[in-house]
Nanobody, 123 residues
Framework: QAQLVESGGDLVQSGGSLRLSCAAS????????MAWFRQVPGKEREGVSC????????WYADSVKGRFTMSGDISKNAMYLQMNDLKPEDTAIYYC????????????????WGQGIQVTVSS
């Protein structure tokens, strides 16, 4: 059974850094387009970063461009979201997800989601 498990969430001060991890099991993560999303209660979920299926390049939301970096480790079957210069508006529950079809990152169709991890940035 395919599963994703996030870790690394925490409470940090504004300007700080965190690295989120997403460990995959039951499938090879590198074979799929993958993405990070975040959601604040009461608001729509938003795409944060996404690895394109077409060429493996990475898309970032404008709000995180230059501050967040998505990467992967094939040997660990995991991916990461390095978040630097964190701001209070980055506070959210972060999810990693596996895409199975679609044409435009991050508007793919996703079939496997992690449980979510809380990131809180204090001002």
């Amino acid at each position: 059974q395919a599963q994703l498990v996030e870790s690394g969430g925490d409470l940090v001060q504004s300007g700080g850094s965190l690295r989120l991890s997403c460990a995959a099991s039951g499938f090879i993560l590198d074979y799929y387009p993958m993405a990070w999303f975040r959601q604040v209660p009461g608001k729509e979920r938003e795409g944060v970063s996404c690895r394109r299926a077409s060429d493996g390049s990475t898309w970032y939301a404008d709000s995180v461009k230059g501050r967040f970096t998505m990467s992967g480790d094939i040997s660990k079957n995991a991916m990461y979201l390095q978040m630097n210069d964190l701001k209070p508006e980055d506070t959210a529950i972060y999810y990693c997800a596996r895409a199975y079809t679609g044409t435009v990152c991050p508007d793919y169709k996703y079939d496997v989601w992690g449980q979510g991890i809380q990131v809180t940035v204090s001002s």
